[in-house]
């Protein structure tokens, strides 16, 4: 069955530091998404990325954060000037209808 | 905009007996509903959607949900819990025009032996 994949599992960084996290989305979706659990808190939708374009983003997704698909499988999430309130779980999903979201293990990315 | 609530942070059972999480949503537009189950250290993964057709929906793992406009509440149950059902569950609404998901706060599920 196929699924959504990330890499990597965990991520341990400096604080300033750029964190690029990957997925590779379902092959055939055409919808692509970044999402965040704080520990202890509720899963937070960052953005959303449609025909090589972000088609929507919430407040939390500002000018440090960045998304790209650079070629025909990956979809990237950039932060560019790490914080500590940036460590999350960082969720992927993707989806070939609006309606449905496959959800990809997460990146557990961790600022020092 | 749209939201959900879920009524229970920690629901506790016993194996074999049902079990009842209690979701509750807001919506402006016709909402799309979804169970999501996260086990510890792994992803989420979809238990069951409701999306305007059957308000009875039927899912993995022998869960169902029950969609009631008039009281806007999604609840899930199960009629048996097993050991494997101890887990964080997740009620989660999209509007019918919107992309994103609002996920609940969770219900964390222990089943007793």
């Known amino acids: 069955e196929p699924e959504v994949t990330q890499t990597p599992s965990h991520q341990v960084t400096q604080m300033g530091q750029e964190v690029i996290l990957r997925c590779v989305p379902i092959?055939?979706?055409?919808?692509f998404y970044w999402y965040r659990q704080i520990l202890g808190q509720k899963v937070e939708f960052l953005v959303s990325f449609y025909n090589n374009e972000i088609s929507e983003k919430s407040e939390i997704f500002d000018d440090q954060f960045s998304v790209e698909r650079p070629d025909g499988s990956n979809f990237t999430l950039k932060i560019r000037s790490t914080k500590l309130e940036d460590s999350a779980m960082y969720f992927c999903?993707?989806?070939?209808?609006?309606?449905?979201?496959?959800f990809g293990p997460g990146t557990r990315l961790t600022v020092l | 905009a749209q939201s959900v609530t879920q009524l229970d942070s920690h629901v506790s059972v016993s194996e074999g007996t049902p079990v009842l999480l209690r979701c509750n949503y807001s919506s402006s537009y016709s909402p799309s509903l979804f169970w999501y189950v996260q086990h510890p250290n792994k992803g989420l993964q979809l238990l069951l959607k409701?999306?305007?057709?059957?308000?009875l929906v039927k899912g993995i793992n022998g869960f169902e949900a029950e969609f009631k406009k008039s009281e806007t509440s999604f609840h899930l149950t199960k009629p048996s819990a097993h050991m494997s059902d101890a887990a964080e569950y997740f009620c989660?609404?999209?509007?019918?025009?919107?992309?994103?998901?609002?996920f609940g706060a969770g219900t964390t599920v222990t089943v007793r032996a």
């Open positions: 989660v609404v999209s509007d019918s025009n919107d992309y994103k998901l609002s």
């Open positions: 409701y999306t305007s057709a059957a308000t």
């Open positions: 092959s055939n979706h055409l919808y």
């Open positions: 999903a993707s989806s070939g209808s609006v309606n449905e979201q496959f």
